[in-house]
């Protein structure tokens, strides 16, 4: 009888399926490198920001008779700025135009005929950036490009003209992310606008403007703005 019981146990369970062991699966979170975790978005996209600057010139102003009056101007400017970078790894490359106003003047002379005041009223850039970032939130960069200033040359003896100059500028610059978003901008440009004739309101009056020595030390808020 036991030997029977056994055989009929033995042909139940062959007759059962077969039943699979139970198991949940395992879950893996990717763990953040201290890297990763204080590193911002990169410098790729566009931005846009607000820059002010001071500005230091040496004018010179030869007239038709003879004369020529030198002037030394200096001032502050505030303006709008707005580009766009592509990065390539630590590689930045980018292109930005920027216009600022403000008044950059400067006076040869005190009084009288000898009076020749010089001032920029208006001043752009179309520039191209490269640069490479040491720190994902950090960028070092070198600028130069087309340079355009809107003159103004005041005379007591032969009126006043205001043009727009023309030519380059160069020059280098910090900026640093705050957030995300976010950056400031630190920038030193070197300009030399070309000589320009200048028409005064007296008729026949003519002066032939040139500079030098044009330093401007900038500061920039910049948003980047969000990828599409």
């Known amino acids: 009888m036991v030997l029977s019981a056994a055989a009929a146990n033995q042909l139940l369970a062959a007759d059962l399926p077969p039943?699979?062991?139970?198991?949940?699966?395992?879950?893996?979170?990717?763990?953040?490198?201290?890297?990763d975790e204080h590193a911002l978005p990169g410098w790729q996209g566009f931005h846009v920001g607000i820059v002010g600057?001071?500005?230091?010139?040496?004018?010179?102003?030869?007239?038709t008779n003879?004369?020529?009056?030198?002037f030394d101007a200096e001032g502050y400017s505030l303006g709008v700025l707005a580009g766009a970078d592509a990065q390539f790894d630590a590689v930045v490359l980018g292109l930005e135009?920027?216009?600022?106003?403000?008044?950059?003047?400067?006076?040869?002379?005190?009084?009288?005929?000898?009076?020749?005041?010089?001032?920029?009223?208006?001043?752009?850039t179309l520039r191209g950036r490269v640069g490479f970032t040491p720190a994902p939130n950090v960028l070092f960069?070198?600028?130069?490009?087309?340079?355009?200033?809107?003159?103004?040359?005041r005379t007591?003896?032969?009126?006043?003209?205001?043009?727009?100059?023309?030519?380059?500028?160069?020059?280098?610059?910090?900026?640093?992310?705050l957030t995300d978003n976010i950056s400031l901008r630190g920038e030193y440009l070197y300009t030399q606008l070309d000589p320009k004739?200048?028409?005064?309101?007296?008729?026949?009056?003519?002066?032939?403007?040139?500079?030098?020595?044009?330093?401007?030390?900038?500061?920039?808020?910049?948003?980047?703005?969000?990828?599409?």
Do not use: C
């Not at 216009?99 to 001043?123: K, L, M, P």
């Open 97 to 124: 135009a920027d216009t600022s106003f403000g008044n950059i003047a400067g006076r040869s002379g005190t009084s009288g005929s000898d009076a020749v005041v010089g001032e920029v009223g208006q001043f752009s």
């Open 19 to 35: 039943t699979e062991p139970s198991y949940q699966p395992v879950q893996y979170s990717a763990v953040p490198s201290d890297q």
């Open 156 to 177: 007591s003896q032969w009126g006043t003209d205001k043009e727009l100059v023309t030519g380059f500028t160069y020059g280098g610059g910090i900026e640093a992310k």
């Open 66 to 70: 003879g004369t020529t009056r030198s």
């Open 197 to 228: 004739r200048f028409d005064f309101s007296v008729k026949g009056s003519q002066g032939m403007l040139s500079t030098s020595d044009f330093h401007t030390f900038r500061a920039a808020l910049v948003y980047q703005l969000p990828a599409l």
């Open 141 to 153: 960069y070198a600028t130069g490009g087309l340079a355009l200033a809107d003159m103004a040359v």
């Open 53 to 63: 600057s001071n500005s230091q010139l040496s004018g010179k102003s030869q007239f």
